[in-house]
């Protein structure tokens, strides 16, 4: 597997006051109920696309895919009819309708959607 992301190692070091009490960590407790803390409904900052993509698994649809290098001037957009196996952070995992035929695509060519039937969405709250 290819690391994309390089973390240097850096030693560990506690931060804290000239007294030596540590900082806060920044880590709280949040009471149940708040957003975040049930995985049926998320926290509003986790409405990625692949997230999105995850939550409408097996509703067919049109998916589109552009490609800046393509061969052919007119090849380099691609429209899968299928549904959604799985999507991860970089990529997505689609099964044609018609073929059983999956497809592997990296989400940088990823346009749009397009869903039959309405889509699932995380919960709006103000």
């Known amino acids: 597997m290819v690391q994309y992301y390089w973390t240097p190692n850096y030693?560990?070091?506690?931060?804290?006051?000239?007294s030596?009490?540590?900082?806060p960590t920044g880590t709280?407790?949040?009471?149940?109920?708040?957003?975040?803390?049930n995985p049926a409904f998320p926290a509003r900052e986790q409405s990625f696309i692949?997230?999105?993509?995850?939550?409408?698994?097996g509703k067919p649809g049109n998916f589109h895919f552009s490609f800046e290098?393509?061969?052919s001037p007119s090849g380099n957009t691609l429209t899968v009819r299928g549904v959604v196996e799985a999507a991860g952070r970089d990529h997505v995992i689609l099964r044609e309708l018609k073929t059983n035929h999956?497809?592997?695509?990296?989400?940088?060519y990823f346009d749009y959607a397009e869903y039959d039937?309405?889509?699932n969405y995380f919960p709006q709250t103000p």
């Not at 030693?11 to 000239?18: A, H, I, R």
């Not at 030596?20 to 900082?23: A, L, R, V």
Request: a positive charge.
């Open 11 to 18: 030693p560990t070091v506690t931060p804290s006051y000239p």
């Open 20 to 23: 030596g009490t540590p900082f």
């Open 28 to 37: 709280t407790q949040v009471p149940p109920g708040q957003p975040g803390t």
């Open 50 to 57: 692949e997230n999105i993509l995850r939550l409408n698994r």
């Open 69 to 71: 290098h393509a061969v």
């Open 102 to 108: 999956r497809f592997l695509f990296p989400m940088i």
């Open 117 to 119: 039937e309405q889509m």
